[in-house]
């Protein structure tokens, strides 16, 4: 059963960066594409981007400047990474894997931006 | 940008039939995703390609998708399906997700 696991602070300053790691178990990372969703606390959820494990990735255009999706296939991991959060990057992040829809999920790791 | 539009909720009582409906400009020509959200869970995809079901789904548990209305359908409801339930679909043009703002399911 594949098993996935977000992990990373849960607090980050305004301006900064926020970095989460998202690790495979019960699988390999390479043949799948691998996924990053966030959940605001109103609910609403928005997909942040994907890569491949050749490493491809896409983002959403909304975020693109700001986000950047890494693989490291030896840990059998993924990471995300966004620039310069403000308040309103305050959400629930989901690793996820697919490319069209997601099969498996993370549990997820709230992150807060505040000072 | 593409926009699916679902009730914010929908109430029903157990033993009936809920539908959720997910609305979008010709979603009929798209494949749509149902996930299943329960209070502090990651949620749970229950419909893929707008009607097959994951395994371990239950068969009360169908989707369909026709025009520009997609539509998930939970018949003999449960308690246990009291959740928010989200649709989503793959934009080929963008090569994204969208999603909707999720419908909150009440078992009265």
């Known amino acids: 059963q594949v098993q996935l696991q977000e992990s990373g602070p849960g607090l980050v300053k305004p301006s900064e960066t926020l970095s989460l790691t998202c690790t495979v178990s019960?699988?390999?990372?390479?043949?799948?594409?691998w996924t990053w969703i966030r959940q605001f606390p109103g609910k609403g959820l928005e997909w942040i981007g994907y890569i491949y494990y050749g490493g491809a990735t896409n983002y959403n255009p909304s975020l693109k400047s700001r986000v950047a999706i890494s693989i490291d296939t030896s840990k059998n991991q993924f990471s995300l990474k966004v620039t310069s959060v403000t308040a309103a990057d305050t959400a629930v992040y989901y690793c996820a894997r697919g490319r069209y829809s997601g099969n498996y999920w993370g549990q997820g790791t709230l992150v807060t931006v505040s000072s | 940008s593409y926009v699916l539009t679902q009730p914010p909720s929908v109430s029903v009582a157990p033993g009936q039939t809920a539908t959720i409906s997910c609305g979008g400009n010709?979603?009929?020509?798209?494949?749509v995703n149902w996930y299943q959200q329960k209070p502090g869970q990651a949620p749970v995809l229950v419909v893929s390609?707008?009607?097959d079901r994951p395994s371990g789904i239950p068969e009360r548990i169908s989707g369909s998708n026709s025009g520009n209305t997609a539509t998930l359908t939970i018949s003999r409801v449960e308690a246990g399906d009291e959740a928010d339930y989200f649709c989503q679909v793959w934009n080929s043009r963008s090569d994204h997700w969208v999603f909707g703002g999720g419908t909150k399911l009440t078992v009265l």
């Open positions: 390609d707008d009607s």
């Open positions: 010709n979603i009929g020509s798209k494949s």
């Open positions: 019960g699988g390999s990372i390479r043949s799948h594409y």
